[in-house]
């Protein structure tokens, strides 16, 4: 099994920052990609970054110059740094991790954390 627990969400003004954070434990034989996605009251979860082990990144377009996201692969960790954030970016953010794991056999999986809230105040 692998664990996610994320960090980092809070009540921030409109025009600040926050970074999150996100540590995955456990059975981890191969960290393949990580990254966030969020879900506003009344929407539908939405991507907004993923890096992959090699340090590729995708972001949404509403995250694209705002936002950055980092890995450290030694300790299996992913921050996201948000700035100048928004209304807007009010969610639950979600930390999402795919996985190689062995136990006797490989095989690749998804993970996801709790949630952490962010609220951004106008």
């Known amino acids: 099994q692998v664990q996610l627990v994320e960090s980092g969400g809070c009540l921030v003004q409109a025009g600040g920052s926050l970074r999150l954070s996100c540590a995955a434990s456990g059975n981890i034989f191969r960290l393949n990609a990580m990254g966030w996605h969020r879900q506003a009251p009344g929407k539908q979860r939405e991507l907004v970054a993923v890096?992959?082990?090699?340090?590729?990144?995708h972001y949404a377009d509403s995250a694209k110059g705002r936002f950055t996201i980092s890995i450290d692969k030694p300790k299996n960790t992913v921050d996201l740094q948000m700035n100048s954030v928004r209304p807007e970016d009010t969610g639950v953010y979600y930390c999402y991790a795919v996985v190689t794991t062995y136990n006797g056999s490989v095989g690749t999986f998804n993970y996801w954390g709790q949630g952490t809230q962010v609220t951004v105040s106008s």
């Open positions: 890096i992959s082990n090699g340090g590729n990144t």
